[in-house]
């Protein structure tokens, strides 16, 4: 069936330094992938998407990259903040939507050591 | 505007007892979802509605879970009886699906704990 794989589980990096997060995914047909940010007590929040007509999406310290000759996609935090300690999820999509059947990773805690 | 609001946040229950969650989603929002959450985990997609038709229960366990959406607008999630291994957060969202699609807005979910 469909499989999102995500790595590391847990990052730790210094404030500062970049922090990066890797996801490969099994479905061909899948097109839109979103990755989400979620803190304590509170549910997903979309931080970025990309589909699959482009490599790579940057939205000020965040970008990803997408490479669907190996089906896989990259988180990239630079500049790392306090703030941005959270367990963080890809997901991939078939369709362009967000309101398409959405397949989780499995996450990653990142701390950011002040 | 107010986002997507589930109640309760928290429930405690004994194995074998009916429990059920509830789901506002954002107004205007014509897709929901109800996804379960184990702890360490993603979310893994129980059920889908586009209006009041679910378009996608594949992963729903419908020998003890229920949803429903009436009118198109608030939902319910059920589970009866709950069993020990049900315990998980149980996250609900909406979103916007047509000419300008909408990302999937998520609430803070209800813990569930079976005892």
């Known amino acids: 069936g469909e499989n999102v794989e995500q790595h590391p589980s847990t990052l730790s990096v210094q404030e500062g330094d970049s922090a990066v997060i890797k996801c490969t995914y099994s479905d061909s047909a899948s097109n839109y992938f979103p990755w989400y940010k979620q803190e304590l007590g509170k549910g997903p929040q979309l931080i970025i998407d990309?589909?699959?007509?482009?490599g790579e999406k940057k939205d000020q310290r965040i970008a990803v990259t997408l490479n669907k000759t190996a089906k896989h996609f990259s988180l990239h935090i630079t500049e790392t903040q306090p703030e941005d300690s959270a367990v963080y999820f890809c997901?991939?999509?078939?369709?362009?939507?967000?309101?398409?059947?959405?397949?989780f990773g499995s996450g990653t805690r990142l701390s950011i050591r002040p | 505007e107010a986002g997507v609001v589930q109640s309760p946040r928290y429930k405690i229950i004994e194995k074998k007892q009916p429990v059920a969650f509830w789901c506002n989603p954002i107004?205007?929002?014509?897709?929901l979802y109800w996804y379960r959450q184990n702890l360490g985990q993603g979310p893994e997609l129980l059920i889908r509605?586009?209006?009041?038709?679910?378009?996608?229960d594949s992963q729903l366990p419908k020998d003890r879970f229920s949803a429903e959406r009436l009118k198109g607008v608030d939902s319910t999630l059920k589970i009866q009886p709950a069993e020990l291994g049900d315990s998980a957060v149980y996250l609900c969202?909406?979103?916007?699906?047509?000419?300008?699609?909408?990302?999937?807005?998520f609430g803070q979910g209800t813990r569930l704990t079976v005892v």
């Open positions: 990309i589909r699959s007509n482009v």
């Open positions: 969202a909406s979103s916007f699906q047509g000419a300008m699609d909408t990302e999937a807005f």
């Open positions: 107004s205007g929002h014509n897709t």
């Open positions: 509605y586009e209006n009041e038709e679910a378009v996608d």
């Open positions: 997901a991939a999509s078939r369709g362009y939507s967000s309101a398409s059947k959405i397949i």
